[in-house]
């Protein structure tokens, strides 16, 4: 079998999972402090798409942004549950501190009983924010 990932009807399926991506994400690039270093502006550019695309109807989150921990600040709004912050904290360093709650729309990462970061026994190291492709880990500006 011949799997070919750059042929047109290829390309156009991942332009249109790129734009249902962003129809849940808050676009404010400007204020983002990943901005020119996030992975869906580097997709976007990669596939020719907008970031503030019109074809599909933005439904935006509206939860609150968790700032308890010293380190960084969390704001679920910008995330886009890749995992990859759930796996760097169960797989590779064992403490399972985050992640995934509910089904559907409502999933999202959390902690044991959606407490804050700051009061959950978060170690503050950081390896999250590290592999975070978006905005929604992002270390403190006064750190």
């Not at 047109?8 to 332009?15: H, I, Y």
């Not at 064992?94 to 170690?123: H, N, W």
Request: glycine share 8%; proline share 6%; aromatic share 6%.
């Amino acid at each position: 079998m011949v799997v070919n990932t750059k042929g047109p009807k290829a390309l156009r399926l991942a332009r249109t999972a790129l734009e249902l991506l962003l129809a849940s994400h808050p676009v404010d690039c400007a204020h983002c402090l990943k901005n020119r270093s996030c992975q869906l502006q580097e997709l976007a550019r990669h596939l020719g798409v907008k970031l503030n695309t019109k074809r599909f109807k933005k439904i935006l989150p509206q939860l609150p942004i968790d700032s308890s921990s010293p380190s960084f600040i969390y704001d679920p709004n910008k995330c886009v549950l890749c995992g990859k912050c759930v796996w760097v904290c169960q797989e590779k360093l064992g403490k399972g501190i985050i992640g995934f709650a509910y089904r559907g729309f409502r999933r999202m990462v959390t902690t044991f009983g959606d407490e804050p970061l700051g009061q959950s026994g978060c170690q503050d190291c950081t390896e999250c924010v590290s592999v975070c492709p978006t905005g929604a880990l992002v270390l403190r500006k006064d750190s």
